[in-house]
């Protein structure tokens, strides 16, 4: 991507892979729900028209708050986007996750009608403070770079004092933690040992009690196991 700033001009030698963003890019369809976090965090929501998801699967307060305002509007999930709705109100831009990989064809019918797709891929991030920092690309996509830099600043800095209490406490046995939802049929749907959020128990001082759940390199990162 080549993002050129509000009032400038676009070079006319960019190379045809290369896909140009002309800010301020506004009327967003957001798809990936992971990411409205970080845009609300960035001060960024004003920017976001569409979504992918409906009001009562929120579990950002600030994006059903804007649903509920009638400034959010959902315009199907990210399978079955309603084109017309896009179009007819002037999508500029596309943000989706990396479920889009399953169904190829809406991403290219986005690009057909003109309107950039970027896959956000902060899931595929080892490390959790990896995964927040992207918080710090949608503030530069936006324009919102100082509120982004000083999010991404003060979680890094709760990362750091929990880091430092759990070495003061290097001496001590860990905790075993278990981290489950239970499924419609009774399962129990767990984080595979190489996921992010094992991780972040580790971080925290916990062990992650499922150590042995292998990686996630068949693409899931979770799991269901019976009681």
Partial sequence: FLLVPKGASVPTDVPSNIVVLQQPLNDVYLVSSAVMDLVSKAGALSHISFTGTKEKDWYVQEAADAMK??????????????????LSNNCQFAIENTMISHTPEVKEQLEKFGVPVLTDHS???KNP?????WVKLYGLLTGHEAQADKAFAEEKSAFEEVKNSVADEADQEPKTVAFFYITSNGQANVRKSADYLPKMIELAGGKYIFNDLGTDEEGLSTMNMGM
């Fill in 129 to 133: 403070l990896g995964r927040t920092e």
């Fill in 123 to 125: 899931s595929y991030e």
């Fill in 69 to 86: 305002a009638g400034t959010l509007t959902y315009a199907g999930k990210y399978s079955a986007p309603d084109y017309e709705l896009l």
